[in-house]
T-cell receptor, first 114, second 110 residues
Framework: NAGVTQTPKFQVLKTGQSMTLQCAQD?????MYWYRQDPGMGLRLIYY???????DKGEVPNGYNVSRLNKREFSLRLESAAPSQTSVYFC?????????????FGSGTQLSVL | KQEVTQIPAALSVPEGENLVLNCSFT??????LQWFRQDPGKGLTSLLL?????REQTSGRLNASLDKSSGRSTLYIAASQPGDSATYLC?????????FGTGTSLTVIP
């Protein structure tokens, strides 16, 4: 069972470069999320998509764009990377009634911006 | 905005000890609370989910409780083992988002 798959696992960028983080889930979930995890700050929501064709900003959306390509795929794009975007990025998906909605995570992308 | 706090940030215990991890949240209007485990360099794995109408959930040596009115949850780990060493995070589902604590890093010493 693949679950949530993220690529790449590691990436080093120079300031100003762009890149896209890919995420795919095979659980037929409606909702997908992008989080960043920084030491001492927990996981913070960047963007989420409650269903195919919709996206919404989370807590820290500045400097990022997303695309919900289809029900399976949700990509995160950094148009002009900055050192402040050095972080570990996680994609997640969920489905079901909010009272029993469980989050499933990918293994993460460690991004360094020099 | 929902704020989730986990104390302590780090905990070290000898093998075999029973332990309790704490999670508190400021807004009691939650749908559910989840406890996750995160190993170094890995993603988060869901351990237990407690619905807002429930008081506790159990899985093996793990027991999670929820007191929604006071904004608190605890994760009880019985007979700890070195393999339990990891970071444990709690998250609450509020509105249309999940809010995470910063985690408790647990080390179980053989």
């Amino acid at each position: 069972n693949a679950g949530v798959t993220q690529t790449p696992k590691f990436q080093v960028l120079k300031t100003g470069q762009s890149m896209t983080l890919q995420c795919a889930q095979d659980m037929n979930h409606n909702s997908m999320y992008w989080y960043r995890q920084d030491p001492g700050m927990g996981l913070r929501l960047i963007y989420y998509s409650a269903s195919e064709g919709t996206t919404d900003k989370g807590e820290v959306p500045n400097g990022y764009n997303v695309s919900r390509l289809n029900k399976r795929e949700f990509s995160l794009r950094l148009e002009s990377a900055a050192p402040s975007q050095t972080s570990v990025y996680f994609c997640a998906s969920s489905d079901g009634h909010p009272t029993n909605e469980k989050l499933f995570f990918g293994s993460g992308t460690q991004l360094s911006v020099l | 905005k929902q704020e989730v706090t986990q104390i302590p940030a780090a905990l070290s215990v000898p093998e075999g000890e029973n332990l309790v991890l704490n999670c508190s949240f400021t807004d009691s209007a939650i749908y559910n609370l989840q406890w996750f485990r995160q190993d170094p360099g890995k993603g988060l794995t869901s351990l237990l989910l407690i619905q807002s109408s429930q008081r506790e959930q159990t899985s093996g040596r793990l027991n999670a409780s929820l007191d929604k009115s006071s904004g608190r949850s605890t994760l009880y780990i019985a007979a700890s083992q070195p393999g339990d060493s990891a970071t444990y995070l709690c998250a609450v589902r509020t509105g249309n988002q999940f809010y995470f604590g910063t985690g408790t890093s647990l080390t179980v010493i053989p």
